[in-house]
């Protein structure tokens, strides 16, 4: 081949490159204008607002950081994080417990295991849904069927479940841990990755039932635990629905169910006072990820992998 067939071949090359890069792009756009205008805009835009006075009516002044010191100083803010940090750290926990527990036995390849496993991941399907959160605020209710099935058995002045600042926040952890069926999956799926010569292994050396558990099973679950604690954690922070709901978006008696999502919502939309809850919405994101950052970093010391 000549030297000028070669240059002809190369600019042929290079031409057919940038085309198939303008035809990357043309794909890729869609996500492009969805990352600026869904994703981006709206971050920096409400970054922006939340060193501002602004009421959706005038327009913005701005004020600094006086909605961020304000925060600090507003006793029912404070209550909506000490109520979320509660439901996060009482409701996740046990939630993937249950889970754990659910995909070890599901692992036992018992009979009808796709109906148990479609049965089980249900709720994960309608937890978050307001059909839910409003049958779960009828079962426990004064007169709710909860009620109804305790009487019968001899209890008596039993209290609303979800009128009373005890119980309130009670029900709708419990309604967080029935929906454990989507880290049961994770886990169930985990589990059927565990190669069986670890077990064999063990039971050569002696290793009972609990000793698998704690030597072989957990540890070699941990990456799996590490993704579902942090993807549990992270919705957990931003649940919504269900205090909404059960608490008829007043945050509950004595804001006993004012969770921190709730309260940013009514100063947004029904205070519309948008610079403050710009600014909660900016600590809500530090607090995720701040505690995803400390996930991340303490991993090294209990995630194990295979190799």
Known sequence: MSVFEELRSVKKGGATGRRENRAAFFFLLPWLLGLVLI?????????????TDYNLIQ??????????????????????????????????????VVALIAAMVLDKGM??????????????????????????????????????????????????????????????ILLNVW????????????????????YEAASIDGAGRWTKLWR??????????FFNILLQLIGAFQSFTQAFIVSGGTGGPSDSTMFYSLYLYQQGFN?????????MAWLLFLIIAALSGVTFLTSKYWVFYDN
């Open 59 to 96: 327009a913005p002044s701005f004020i600094g950081a006086h909605n961020y010191v304000r925060m600090f100083q507003d006793p029912r803010l404070l209550n909506s994080l000490r109520v979320t940090f509660t439901y996060v750290f009482v409701s996740v926990p046990i939630q993937l």
């Open 216 to 225: 072989v099973t957990l540890p070699l679950l941990s990456p799996i635990f």
């Open 179 to 198: 929906t454990f069926g989507a880290p049961m999956i994770i886990f169930l799926a985990g589990l059927r990755q565990i190669p069986s010569m670890y």
């Open 39 to 51: 994703t981006a805009g709206p971050m920096i835009a409400s970054l922006v607002l939340s060193f």
């Open 111 to 172: 009979r009808a295991l796709p109906f148990y496993r479609s049965v089980f991941y249900l709720p994960s399907l309608l937890g978050s849904s307001v059909a839910v959160a409003i049958l779960w605020r009828q079962i426990f209710g004064q007169s709710g069927l909860v009620n109804q099935l305790l009487g019968h058995v001899g209890f008596h002045n039993l209290p609303g479940w979800i009128s009373d600042p005890r119980w309130a926040l009670g029900t709708i």
């Open 271 to 279: 205070q519309f006072d948008m610079g403050y809850a710009s600014a």
